[in-house]
């Protein structure tokens, strides 16, 4: 794994970075594979990177999208991962429509719904028997509380290392979420993290004693690059602390 971490004055130039290194990375993969798997986060942080992505000039047919997390909601509901990204992003490119890869979120139990995205995320990569399938790209944020995808602290959830995606809790209502083995399983996984609330999770991720249970991002270490993008206001207390080099 190599890991890096960038600091960027505001959100705006973040979100910039953002696009240039994702767009440099779909290149890479469709050059290199034909191909390119990205597994998008939801929250508030990407939908400006998601809305710069639509005005971009990629090669839309050879670009898979799947979802590193859910709310167990309808795509029409408004907290829906893939309803916003749909909406900024999806609608507004000629991606063809077997490209993009939902979750689940319509059948009645959740964990019939993980299932089945698993089995759609096999279908799509066909990896060698034991295998776990490689995502050119996972991206990432991070709560206030260090959960990533719906890996929240403390939950089950953490502890499921034998499928690719299983059931979320968040304060009781059920998610969709990829596993730790399946995110660390990227060639490219980005985190991208903004405003001051994401401080102390920060400090807690990248402390050489910090808890992985209580703060689960610190469980991505993927076996391929860890870039973590951070805007001032979430980063600037890591950089003092750490001797990090602020992005130039
Ligand atoms: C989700 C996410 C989640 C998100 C963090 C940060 O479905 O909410 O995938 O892991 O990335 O909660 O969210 P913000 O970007 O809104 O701070």
Known sequence: ?????????????????????????????????????????????????????????????????????????????????????????????????????????????????????????VAHFEPAAGSIPVFDIVLLGMGDDGHTASLFPHTAALLVLDRLVTVGDKDGQPRLTFTFPL????????????????????AEVFSPTGDATAYPSRQVQPQGELLWLLDAAAGDGLVRSTALKPNP
Request: glycine share 4%; with cysteine.
């Open 1 to 121: 794994m190599t890991q890096e971490v960038l600091v960027y004055p505001d959100k705006q130039v973040l979100v910039e970075a953002a696009f240039t290194l994702i767009v440099e990375r779909i290149h890479e993969a469709v050059s290199q594979r034909q191909s390119c798997s990205i597994a998008l986060s939801g929250g508030s942080t990407p939908q400006p990177l998601y809305a710069a992505l639509a005005l971009a000039d990629l090669p839309w047919d050879q670009i898979h999208i799947f979802w590193g997390d859910e709310r167990y909601v309808p795509a029409s509901h408004p907290d829906s991962n893939y309803g916003m990204t749909k909406k900024v992003w999806l609608d507004l490119v000629p991606i063809p429509a077997e490209n993009v890869h939902p979750m689940p979120t319509d059948l009645a139990d959740p964990q019939i719904a993980a299932v089945d995205y698993d089995r759609q995320i």
């Open 183 to 202: 995110i660390n399983q990227a060639r490219s996984t980005i985190f991208l993290v903004s405003g001051a609330s994401k401080q102390t999770a920060l």
